[in-house]
């Protein structure tokens, strides 16, 4: 907030930003960025839609709401990664947990049980509790995909509240922001300018959307892999099964269409894919008995998370922090 | 004499804390052994698009799964690495122990003779027995160092062509470590408590314990 001795090099720099082209003004500010040069160029979308940039004194007032509302979605976006990596790995313990009890419980009736096999009902015995063990697995590999799912619609909301906005008239004596539009004028970019030393409030945005699908992508394709494993099951093949357009908790969609994750057109959440790959959309069709080699698969892939690049993921929270002058680790 | 034993006692305190780092970096190496090794053995399973199963539906997935898996081996290649050049330093200072010991015999001003080597102060070991003990442990340590430079270098080539058992085989070399026999080792630095080794071999068990049933 005690920016005050870097307010005038922003203001130098202010009127570089609105320049003729988009495309030079990205290319004379990526030179001037060369500390973050890993970074995209940091303002390519910008058009100046605030006819009139704010006048000075409002300015002022407000840089310091804007700074105090990055900062505060910045360490959520923080605090929602790592719930999420917490999450992520309790589920791929449970799942493998699920895994290795549903495979005992398949291969019970050709196990070799030694002196154990003149017990009576043993087998039966084994299967049955083997089968309550699977239950509990997959009551809680659905908490954990609760919880990431939690902790990417936070994720969004963090990522789509970066503006802040002036409330009120402009020239009310009562300078107050929000993190809402109430004018139509009112861009809540403070006119483009940058909100702490280089970066405006849509090169934020930028980062934080990019951070941000990389989960939500992440989250998808978790939710195939989740409803594999919870139809994988031995016996009853027709009770557990389940489907891509199937509601695996109540209200999951709704929280999905808050990730962009559910199509309205087809009523069912859009297909998993990778980052950067068009998905030329099969159906989603499960088995309920896969092989060993395919479950192993599927808990690979919960473990590898392609979707998120962790070095960029650190690399955009590293370059952030810097900018903001707080470490957010 | 009495002096000179003692100081050897505080060599051997030294000698003692290194072999405890030695410890906790043995627990460290066979962590990162099983990682590599379970990547290694999965590598052949992600290469059939027969297993993927559902994700076949998700365009580029086995690419994007195998180059995920490799980066992960290649980190964890570069930390074993890192891992052997600590075991390594500990080597290097109980070899400089030793050759401190040697050098506070053979090169003082007044050498001490056959007899005094041998001249035993109450309970209290000879010199002799101490410049022994050092130079064992310090054998024990590097031998043990040469074979297990050799197992890591060995698991690399292995990525190439895994055998399950190979892996398994050179596992257990890393956790027996044959050329340390625990209770001489013990002995020798008068450690009376060997609770954390206890720990530490548990804990590997379990580890391969679990890493042995997954997937079975």
Not at chain 1, 46 to 62: A, C, G, V
Not at chain 1, 106 to 120: A, F, I, P, Q
Request: with cysteine.
């Amino acid at each position: 907030m005690a920016d005050q001795p870097e307010t005038p090099t922003m203001e130098t720099l202010d009127p570089q930003t609105p320049s003729p082209s988009p495309s030079s003004s990205s290319s004379s500010s990526s030179s001037s960025f060369s500390t973050v040069s890993y970074s995209k160029p940091p303002n390519p979308s910008f058009q100046n839609q605030n006819p009139s940039p704010m006048p000075p004194s409002l300015t002022r007032l407000w840089r310091p709401a804007a700074q105090r509302n990055l900062r505060n979605r910045w360490s959520k976006l923080v605090s929602c990664r790592k719930q999420w990596v917490s999450s992520s790995s309790s589920g791929k313990s449970h799942a493998t947990s699920l895994v290795n009890a549903h495979l005992s419980q398949r291969y019970m009736s050709t196990m070799e049980l030694g002196v154990l096999s003149d017990m009576l009902n043993i087998r039966k015995k084994a299967g049955r509790k083997l089968f309550k063990q699977q239950e509990t697995f997959r009551s809680k590999l659905l908490s954990s995909y609760k919880d990431m799912v939690a902790a990417v619609t936070q994720m969004v909301n963090a990522s789509k509240s970066m503006r802040t906005f002036l409330k009120g008239p402009s020239n009310s004596a009562l300078v107050q922001f929000s993190s809402f539009s109430g004018d139509q004028n009112d861009s809540g970019d403070g006119g483009g300018i940058p909100a702490f030393a280089f970066w405006s409030i849509s090169s934020h945005e930028q980062l934080a959307d990019e951070l941000v699908q990389m989960f939500i992508m992440e989250l998808n394709l978790k939710r195939l892999l989740v409803l594999e494993l919870l139809s994988t099951s031995c016996d009853d093949p027709q009770a557990n099964e389940l489907h891509w357009s199937d509601q695996l908790y109540p209200g999951e969609f709704d929280h999905l269409s808050m990730c962009n994750l559910f199509s309205q057109e087809t009523c069912e959440p859009v297909p998993p894919k990778l980052m950067d790959l068009k998905s030329d959309a099969p159906t989603v069709r499960s088995n309920n008995q896969p092989n060993p080699e395919v479950l192993q698969v599927y808990i690979t892939t919960w473990l590898a998370e392609v979707n998120i690049d962790t070095l960029r993921v650190d690399e955009i929270f590293a370059a952030i922090g810097e900018e903001m002058h707080v470490s957010l680790t | 004499m009495e002096a000179m034993v003692k100081k050897y006692q505080q060599k051997f305190r030294k000698v003692r804390d290194e072999m405890s780092r030695w410890d906790e970096l043995q627990t460290r190496l066979i962590s990162q052994f099983i990682s590599a090794s379970s990547i290694i053995q999965r590598l052949q399973v992600l290469q059939d698009s027969k297993n993927y199963g559902s994700l076949n539906c998700v365009a580029g997935v086995e690419d994007a799964l195998l180059r995920k898996q490799l980066e992960s081996l290649e980190v964890i290649f570069l930390s074993l690495k890192r891992t052997m050049e600590e075991f390594h330093g500990i080597v290097f200072s109980i070899e400089k122990v030793h050759r401190d010991g040697r050098q506070q015999i053979k090169g003082g001003s007044n050498q001490p003779s056959a007899k005094q080597l041998q001249l035993r102060v109450g309970v209290k070991p000879t010199l002799a027995d101490c410049l022994d003990g050092l130079m064992v442990l310090y054998d024990m340590h590097h031998s043990e160092y040469l074979l297990k430079a050799s197992v890591v270098s060995a698991l690399s080539t292995l990525t190439l062509k895994p055998s399950a058992s190979d892996l398994c085989a050179l596992q257990q070399l890393l956790i027996d470590q044959p050329n340390i026999p625990k209770d001489e080792g013990r002995q020798m630095t008068k450690e009376e408590d060997n609770k954390d080794k206890e720990q530490s071999s548990n804990l590997m068990c379990h580890i391969t314990c679990k890493f042995g049933k997954n997937f079975k």
